[in-house]
């Protein structure tokens, strides 16, 4: 229901619109635009998206000035401290958090969804062994429509709640695959005995020829670290899950979209060049000479890991990684990781330079992840996938909460049409 309207008015014509106001929970009103194009015959300009709300929704609120993150309204500094990712994927897929029973039920779900069929593990015979893994896993999870036929009518709530639960079980053992044959290394199967993270890492690093034993810090690290990537609101990607799944493609499909979205550099992709950039800068007196690339336009080079199309403020989840940094090198004894010093004069010099303070560039989520896996022993290569393994969960809580809104249409954007206006076709014979 509108709170209020704005007028809009075009001076020229003296057309009038009253453009209905609606007011969330918290945050930002928005402007309901949906007949500015029938009374006044323009349509709105937002490349990039800066201002539009492009669906409502009741997942994560962001606030970027303030450097707020909730996921169901609970503040993320609480999950990373009090919850787990089990309990938070539950808390962003049915919107409360479980209860003891349902958290053990859901829990055992996922533990019984972890295995991939043996055809689509043979997929990964098939790729170069140095295929990026972000390729691998994007295409398997595509390939997994060829597989789960039973659970594909997406108007049936409990085939998109075991889609949700294979997806979300699934997803850590493709990112297994696609590691281990990277590695020329046999997979290794998963263990329902093992919680979500510890299994991971089983699959990453456990070898037939001797017995693993899964370091329970590491463990405790990843969960984390997969809290804070659980989910963000419409991000690239996620917006790419939804729009792809707008159109009644198969759920595995629109996932796979997500995953290809996220791999670039500007989005889940940053969190492997950030590493490539720290090993490019190579050493603190370097600094000033990248800062320096990094303000001038024409040398096409950013900080990676700095800016935030939302956060004009420090990304809480960069905070709580900055801290978690510490304290997994002190553990596993590579406080002295030249790189995360490195990381860490960086942060210290760029927030204090005015090019950065005057366009509110702060550390994101991708500066310290990173470091955080490289320290538990997960190649660069592997970065983004682990992104990736975390934000199955936000993907498809937003994919199932835009499917069973019975008022979703598909996504089909306009433009401003800038091109030749009409002209007649010429003969090649007359061409000049
Ligand atoms: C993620 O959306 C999400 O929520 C994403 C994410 C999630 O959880 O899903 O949070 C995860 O993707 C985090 C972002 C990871 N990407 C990087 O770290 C790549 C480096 N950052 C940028 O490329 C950039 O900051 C973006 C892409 C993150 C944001 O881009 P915007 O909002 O389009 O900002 P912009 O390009 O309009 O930049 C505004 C100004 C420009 O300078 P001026 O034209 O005003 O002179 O800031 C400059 C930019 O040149 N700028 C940078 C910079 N980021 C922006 N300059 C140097 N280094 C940077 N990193």
Known sequence: MADKNFELLDPASGKKSLLPVRQGTVGPAVLDIATIN???????????FGVTAATESKITYIDGDAGVLMHRGYPIEQLAEKSSF?????????????????????????????????????????FHHNAHPMAMVSAVVASMSAFYH?????????????????????????????????????FVYPRNDLDYCANLLHMF???????????????AALDLLFILHADHEQNASTST???AGSTGANPYAAISAGVSALWGPAHGGANEAVLDMLEQIGSVDQIPKYLAMAK????HFRLMGFGHRVYKNFDPRAKIIRAMCHKVLA????????LFELALKLEEIALKDEYFVSRKLYPNVDFYSGIIYSALGIPRSMFTVMFAIARTVGWVAHWQEMISDPSMRIGRPRQLYTGPVQRDYVAVAKRG
């Open 150 to 186: 039973d659970t594909m009518d997406i108007n049936n709530p409990r085939h998109r709640e075991i889609f949700a639960h294979r997806i979300i079980a699934k997803i850590p053992t493709i990112a297994a695959a696609a590691y281990k044959h990277s590695l020329g290394q046999p």
């Open 241 to 243: 899950v939804r729009l």
């Open 296 to 299: 001038d336009k024409s040398a």
């Open 205 to 219: 690093f456990a070898v037939p020829c001797e017995r693993y034993e899964v370091d329970a810090d590491a463990a």
């Open 38 to 48: 029938k009374d006044q015959g323009v349509f709105t300009f937002d490349p990039g």
């Open 86 to 126: 089990t309990e938070v994927a539950y808390l962003l897929l049915y919107g409360d958090l479980p209860t003891a029973q349902a958290l053990q039920e859901f829990s055992l779900s996922i533990g019984h969804h972890t295995m991939i069929n043996e055809s689509l593990l043979r997929f990964f015979g098939g």
């Open 331 to 338: 553990k596993l004894g590579s406080a002295d990781n030249p």
